[in-house]
């Protein structure tokens, strides 16, 4: 290769791609372009790498080359063995087939949830599992509980490597892969989720976080905790400390943003990254709409489960459907992107509401409908009329031209009936 001797080429410039730039760079490597077998992405940048072709990686980078394919297994295994049965490379150069894999997991090496008394490792927790792995929040002093934070999880990362007891043991979502500096690693920070317990003006039924009007006076505690929470602290913390490195846009969740007094220092400090806004739209914000309007990849996300004034009331507990849908519309003809979802459940699974919901998405021209369920409900025994709606409300958005992604939310067997009637297989979209 023509380089220096720890120069590679990550081979996929996709999604997994941008992640493996960290991980290469913690086994000591240099990430110098980007392979991809997509001609279209040749010529572009990626992560601050060009994309080659196979023939240009081979005219800029000579004969020996070494690769790391980026995506996961199966996947990888297939790419890998398709470079080396038509020459490309051989196995001995491919990187990350010549190191040992250890047990891990992406969230657990680069993801951070916020709540308002921990910071979390991952959000798999319930029947899985033990509870996720936390540090708690000291409000008063951040440059501890970040610190505390980066060596719980680089001592998981490390006991994980070396097969010592951890907090993650029994976890389905971990698995071999390539980690970085023998599992413990040196990773930033590539997913950050805001989610503490703000206050929301809406009940909704399916709502099960605290600070929903239904259920706040019982966690007033946690609610009050939330609202104090120095998130801009915590922000210029992460910044001096330089983990941050941000592949996904910052998650802004668990209540309304908009009702709290706060708000305009928490969204200041957010305001130099892409943000993914999750806000109920009762109320507008112009601070909101420049940020998910002039910011490459922020968005706002809302769900409104409802295509009558009648049927939002009652599933929300609230007479705002009229508004909703005017502040929605104001943010999308201000430039907004928005990702709109919707919850069937039996008081709004009828084509009445469905057609309604739609014909207001055909308006405002959402990036992506997420057709979802109610998380609290057996997924075993839903009424059929629930996944009678999925596929209704997935076939009209096709015929009108609206994205959709069916969230995997209904239980195997309906998603199996699902994807047979749609005549689809695998995720679908």
């Not at 060009?50 to 790391?68: H, I, M, S």
């Not at 009762?282 to 709409?289: E, K």
């Not at 994205?403 to 297989?425: A, C, S």
Request: glycine letters at 8%; hydrophobic letters at 35%.
């Amino acid at each position: 290769m023509n380089g220096r001797v720890n120069d590679v080429i990550l081979y996929g410039a996709g999604n997994q791609g941008k992640y493996a730039v960290d991980v290469v760079k913690n086994y000591g490597l240099n990430p110098v372009a980007f392979c991809d077998a997509d001609e279209k992405k040749a010529g572009t940048i990626y992560c601050g790498l060009p994309v080659f072709t196979k023939d240009e990686t081979r005219k800029q980078f000579g004969e020996n080359l070494k690769l790391w394919v980026t995506p996961e297994p199966p996947l990888r295994d297939e790419i890998v063995e398709g470079l080396v049965a038509e020459k490309f490379a051989q196995k001995k150069d491919i990187c990350n087939l010549s190191l040992k894999p250890t047990l891990g997991c992406f969230h657990l090496q680069s993801t951070v949830i916020v709540n308002e008394s921990r910071l979390y490792q991952c959000c798999v927790w319930g029947d899985l599992r033990n509870y996720p792995p936390y540090t708690e929040v000291d409000n008063e002093d951040w440059e501890s509980t970040i610190t505390r934070y980066l060596e719980n999880r680089n001592e998981i990362m490390a006991a994980l490597a070396e097969g010592r007891p951890c907090a993650c043991d029994g976890c389905p979502s971990l698995y071999e892969g390539y980690w970085g500096n023998g599992g413990g690693g040196s990773s930033k920070i590539h997913v950050l989720a805001i989610s503490p317990s703000y206050p929301c003006q809406l009940s909704c039924k399916y709502c099960a976080v605290p600070g929903n009007a239904r259920e706040i006076e019982k966690n007033r505690e946690a609610v009050c905790q939330a609202k104090k929470l120095d998130i801009a602290q915590m922000m210029r913390v992460l910044e001096e400390k330089d983990v941050l490195d941000l592949k996904e846009p910052i998650q802004l969740s668990a209540g309304e943003i908009t009702i709290l007094s706060n708000k305009k220092e928490i969204l200041d400090s957010l305001s130099k990254y892409p943000v993914q806004v999750f806000s109920n739209c009762v109320l507008y914000d112009a601070q909101i709409s420049e940020m998910i309007s002039r910011k490459d990849g922020s968005f706002l996300n809302v769900s409104v489960d409802a295509g009558t004034r009648e049927t939002y009331r009652e599933v929300k507990g609230l007479d705002a459907y009229d508004r909703v849908l005017s502040h929605i519309r104001r943010y999308a003809q201000e430039g907004a992107v928005i990702e709109i979802k919707y919850i069937l459940m039996p008081e709004n699974c009828d084509r009445e509401n469905i057609d309604g919901f739609l014909a207001f998405c055909k308006e405002i021209s959402p990036r992506a409908l997420m057709i979802s369920g109610d998380l609290n409900v057996d997924h075993t025994n839903l009424p059929a009329k629930i996944i009678d709606g999925v596929i209704y409300m997935a076939r009209q958005a096709e015929r009108y031209g609206i994205p959709y992604r069916i969230m995997p939310y209904f239980g195997d067997k309906n998603m199996e009936r699902i994807q047979e009637e749609l005549n689809v297989t695998g995720e679908i979209k």
